[in-house]
Each structure stands twice: as C-alpha cells, then as structure tokens.
C-alpha cells in the first residue's frame, strides 16, 4: 500500500522524467524515517548505455534515488514547499553491494540525522530482496527556488 503514489510525489519533489526515481512511499514516521520504492525496468533510459547487454542502474542513480526519498522526507514539513528545490551538499561513506538489474524492486529507505529548516543529514539503504545495493549518508541543503 502506497502512502504517497506517483501524482502526490510530484507534489512535494520538483523532479520529473527522466530523472524522478521514485515511484511511491510505503512507509513514513515524519522527521524520522521513510521508505520509497523504485520499480527498475528495462525500459529505463539509462540502460541504454549502461551497459549493452548486461544492463546495470548506475550507482550514482541509486544514491539520487535514496536522495529523493530524503527529500521528500524533508520537503513534506515545508508548508512552502512549492517555493523551495532540495541541493545535495555531501555524500559520505558510498558504498555499492551489488549490481541492480531489470526487474528488480528497489526499496530505498532513509533515516533522517538531523532535519532542519535549511540543512539535512540522513543515512539511506536501497535493497533488492532484503539484500543492500548500496548505502551511504546524503547531506542536502533546503534552498529558495530561484524565481523565473
């Protein structure tokens, strides 16, 4: 069961295809922790190029993926969130476990460290049956989004 599905995400995150890797919440204790899930198919755009033959999601993306989740960990206690775009700042301790392919169900989950109204540090985990792909801790900065 889907806390946030696709249409409530794209409420809360400004990312949209080809880069929003997120698919839905399935788990939320606000200020806490969150898990997000990432439906990997072959039709991915990136698999076109990583790797003919032997397609493989690319590490970094997996990272991004967790990074949304964060996000919208963040995001949601932003009554002006329409107004605000998430910035990486830091990625600590990356590390990849195994590969991720085509078909797999990738479950992204976040535990937040610190949340505040402008800095974010948070420890994410993606995993494919239980077993971790990749881990690392994201820190985020909550900026104004420019204006047009």
């Known amino acids: 069961m889907a806390i946030y599905d696709s ?3 794209q409420q809360i995150l400004p990312h949209r295809y080809p880069f929003l890797l997120v698919d839905k919440i399935t788990e939320l204790e606000p200020k806490v922790r969150i898990v997000g899930i990432k439906q990997v198919t072959v039709n991915e755009h990136f698999f076109q190029g990583h790797f003919p033959g032997a397609p493989v999601m690319p590490g970094v ?4 993926a967790l990074a949304q989740v964060g996000a919208i960990l963040a995001l949601r206690e932003f009554e002006d969130r329409d107004s605000k775009i998430p910035f990486f700042s830091g990625i600590e301790a990356a590390k990849f476990r195994r590969p991720v392919v085509p078909g797999d169900t990738l479950e992204l989950e976040v535990i937040a460290l610190r949340i505040g109204s402008k800095i974010q540090k948070m420890q994410g985990y993606a995993r494919v049956d239980g077993n971790i792909t990749a881990e690392c801790v994201i820190m985020s900065v909550i900026a104004d989004r420019p204006q047009n």
């Open 7 to 9: 249409q409530a995400i």
């Open 61 to 64: 993306l997996q990272i991004e």
